[in-house]
């Protein structure tokens, strides 16, 4: 159990403490086969079930009773034959009680518990399901179609979970820094292992390598390509040349399940071209002008604005943008380069609780999500508060597929000098992730630093080759 019982057991005070009457049902997750059963994709147990009852186990769910207050797990202990495979563990009531939880009942109980409560006219609050498993369990237990669930869901319980776990407190604070350190480890491997010849999935193993070596393993399949311009590219299949540009983006999550992301951009080469050095200035400007503004009040989506101001006034001045910056940024030209959201919050999931849904966790009455290109993706947008776990993370990408199509259609003509674009075409993609803690101060940078500047990510480039 990563924190003390009454850790757990003021979480769930405090989410009962928000809610009117009923059940809340938390499921947690199954294992789940890769090409047969018995051969299983990585564990990962759900992260709003582990947030309240702490038990990182498969093929478990509980009942919170509002108005009792009291929790149940539901769930089997091993057989004789499971412990002949995957050996003794400390039992589900075990395991349980560490999380202040006392009553335990076998899994086939959960149904009994829920018809049982529904046939006096209780209201069972469930979140979004994001597993088929889940969809089944609901139609099942709840006899609530796949097709309605999502009509069905919980709101005031979305709502309730989301206000908890936006708040990071000290001791999860801790776990994020122990995430983040060991994604300092994955970043500087790739900075010191890259070298013309070898392949990007020579990098990206021994990327992965610290993430294991941590304890934990990877918060999400890991990005790392000659292609930063492809925003999320998984393929790891090119071979790594001089001039090259190299992003990697890639972080840990360790035992506890909290996470780490952070991106870093580098010559493949001892040091930048001019043309790159030029491009990831302005990128650097950006991720340290959000982070120089960083504290509570501050709405994130100022934050977006602020980057993408920086980056449509660096990239005027290599003259691939034109005209008034701020008006190319209010029209949303800016998103030809910069297609995506300044971040996003971190916790246990790397786009911390974005099952629950991207709007409930990001946005509120008062802040409500862009409908321009590029804005549009940006998942936090509200104003910051004391607590919240972030990544600054502003990017340049050079998408041809995206500058023909804006091209053809003359698209912000006013503010983009497309002619100048040719000679960027097989630039690639730039960006920078750091995360970050707000705090009453300001932003405090979770981990240790990983060298970002031109002059110190050339000298490690130049200590590996
Ligand atoms: N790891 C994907 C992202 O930076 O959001
Ligand atoms: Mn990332
Ligand atoms: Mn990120």
Redesign the pocket.
């Given at each position: 159990m990563t924190f003390p019982a009454s850790t757990y057991t003021q979480r769930r005070k405090g989410l009962i403490a928000q809610l009117d009457k009923g059940l809340i049902l938390l499921l947690g997750n199954d294992e789940a086969g890769m090409n047969y059963g018995a051969n299983t994709y990585f564990y990962r147990q759900d992260s709003t079930f582990l947030y309240y009852c702490g038990i990182d186990q498969a093929g478990l769910a509980a009942i919170i009773d509002i108005e009792s207050g009291e929790t149940t797990i539901y769930g089997d202990e091993l057989s004789i034959d499971d412990i002949v495979w995957v050996g003794q563990q400390a039992t589900i009531r075990d395991k349980a009680a560490k999380a202040g939880i006392t009553a335990v009942q076998p899994a086939a109980k959960l149904a009994d518990a829920l018809k049982s409560a529904q046939s006096k006219g209780r209201a069972v609050h469930y979140l979004p399901p994001y597993r088929g498993e889940h969809q089944l369990k609901y139609w099942d237990l709840l006899g609530i179609a796949p097709q309605d669930q999502k009509a069905k869901v919980s709101v005031p319980l979305i709502k309730a979970v989301v206000a908890q776990r936006s708040i990071k407190s000290a001791e999860e604070v801790i776990e994020l820094e122990k995430a983040v350190r060991v994604t300092n480890r994955m970043h500087l491997a790739a900075m010191r292992g890259a070298k013309p010849g070898a392949s990007e999935a020579y990098v990206t193993g021994l990327v992965h390598s610290e993430a294991r070596a941590g304890g934990g393993n990877l918060s999400f399949p890991i990005i790392l390509s000659v292609d930063g311009q492809i925003l999320h590219n998984h393929h790891h299949d090119k071979v790594m040349k001089e001039g090259d540009l190299l992003l990697c983006?890639s972080?840990a999550e360790v035992l506890s399940r909290y996470s780490g992301?952070?991106?870093r951009t580098f010559p493949v080469s001892a040091t930048f071209t001019q043309k790159q050095k030029e491009v990831y200035q302005i990128v650097l400007d950006a991720n340290m002008a959000v982070i120089d503004a960083l504290k509570p009040g501050v709405p994130y989506r100022d934050m977006h604005d602020l980057s993408s101001r920086v980056i449509a006034a660096g990239l005027k001045e290599l003259g691939l943008m034109k005209g008034d910056v701020d008006e190319a940024v209010a029209k949303g030209a800016h998103a030809l380069f910069f297609p995506h959201g300044l971040?996003?919050m971190?916790g246990m999931d790397?786009?911390d609780m974005e099952n629950l849904g991207e709007d409930y966790v990001g946005y509120n009455d008062s802040i409500q999500r862009s409908k321009l290109f590029g804005t549009a993706y940006l998942r936090l947008g509200r104003e910051l508060e004391p607590g919240f776990v972030l990544?600054v993370?502003p990017g340049i990408y050079f998408i041809p597929e995206l500058m023909d199509m804006w091209q053809a259609e003359g698209k912000h003509a006013e503010y983009i000098n497309y002619d100048k674009l040719k000679a960027y075409r097989d630039f690639g993609g730039i960006r920078i992730?750091d995360d970050y803690l707000i705090t009453a101060e300001g932003g405090h940078l979770l981990g240790d630093p990983v060298p970002k500047t031109v002059a110190d990510v050339e000298a490690v480039r130049r200590a590996a080759l």
């Open positions: 983006d972080g992301d952070m991106t971040g996003h971190m790397v786009h990544t993370e992730e």
